[in-house]
């Protein structure tokens, strides 16, 4: 069998791994599923080949900051192929007043990063008691009652 090669091609193909354009390139991202579940939030990121001690996770007033990264490789090798993207990824998560970041859980198995974030006590749906006229009577405050 024979084949051709083209030593400009090898050269477009790498500078387009290296420089991020043409069709190999793919943005750092990082996704993710949110779902809400009973009283609490909860939201999943897939961060396959991510070592756990590259995880930064921080809350600044309402805005929660997932940072990772996944290095590339180095040393003398070959790639055949690289579509999977290496480098610093960051995700931010502009979150509502409804829920307590002072308690949020942080978990990362078969690269999957999970944060479970409870709601805020103050957001959770109370019942109020509705009073009746003879309950605010019972109630009230120390009034003497008034006789005729």
């Known amino acids: 069998m024979l084949m051709r090669t083209d030593p400009f091609r090898d050269f477009d193909r790498l500078a387009q791994q290296l420089l991020g354009t043409g069709s190999t390139s793919r943005p ?3 996704p993710m599923d949110a779902w809400r579940e ?3 939030f909860v939201v999943e990121f897939d961060l396959p080949g991510v070592a ?3 995880l930064d996770i921080d809350v600044e007033r309402n805005v929660l900051t997932v940072r990772a990264e996944r290095p590339a490789r180095s040393g003398d ?3 055949l192929a690289s579509e999977r ?3 610093l990824f ?3 998560l502009v979150l509502g007043d409804n829920l307590d970041l002072q308690q949020v859980d942080a978990s990362y198995d078969a ?3 999970r944060l479970t974030i409870p709601v805020a006590e103050r957001a959770k749906p109370r019942r109020i008691e ?3 006229g003879s309950d605010q009577l019972s109630a009230g405050s120390n009034t003497d009652a008034i006789t005729a």
Do not use: F, Y
Request: proline fraction near 12%; aromatic fraction near 4%; charge should be positive.
């Open 90 to 92: 960051s995700r931010q």
């Open 85 to 87: 993207p290496k480098g």
């Open 77 to 79: 090798w070959e790639p």
């Open 52 to 54: 756990p001690d590259t």
């Open 38 to 40: 009973g009283d609490r």
């Open 130 to 132: 509705v009073r009746t």
């Open 111 to 113: 690269g999957v990063l």
């Open 28 to 30: 750092a991202i990082m």
